[in-house]
């Protein structure tokens, strides 16, 4: 997301389907969707890969402590985390989606140099690695 969209972001107008799945989004390339943390420092991190959203949660150096992957999410509260997103470290279209839909969480304030150097990066976050997907490294 860029300064522009961040801006625009906040025009959106809610509804009450918390239901959100990959067939919301028209750009269906992997990517990350949104990265943040938790209370607990926690990274949270929401990718699409392969077709399948996937919410991953983990310390800097240990490995995940929570996996899911599916198409479609019933509650998409589940995917927000509960302190904070990096806005530069989130996608344009699904924060949208999640914004039209009610779901509420909470943003840091947009950082040019984060998002300058972010650029260009598939994720923004490590990929819960399973066979035949390295992890990838965090930018």
């Known amino acids: 997301m860029d300064n522009a969209q961040y801006t625009l972001f906040h025009n959106a107008a809610p509804s009450r389907d918390y239901g959100i ?29 392969d077709g399948l ?35 530069e470290s989130c996608d344009f279209e699904f924060f949208c989606a999640l914004r039209v839909r009610g779901i509420p969480f909470a943003m840091r304030n947009f950082d040019p140099e984060r998002a300058e150097r972010l650029e260009g990066h598939t994720f923004h976050g490590a990929p819960y690695a399973r066979p035949g997907y390295p992890g990838i490294p965090q930018p």
């Open 21 to 49: 799945g990959v067939a919301d989004l028209n750009n269906r390339s992997d990517r990350t969707l949104l990265y943040g943390y938790d209370v607990g420092r926690d990274s949270f991190h929401v990718y699409l890969r």
């Open 53 to 87: 959203i996937h919410l991953v949660k983990y310390r800097s150096t240990e490995p995940p402590h929570f996996t899911r992957s599916d198409v479609f999410f019933e509650d998409g509260h589940d995917l927000v985390p509960n302190k904070r997103v990096y806005p």
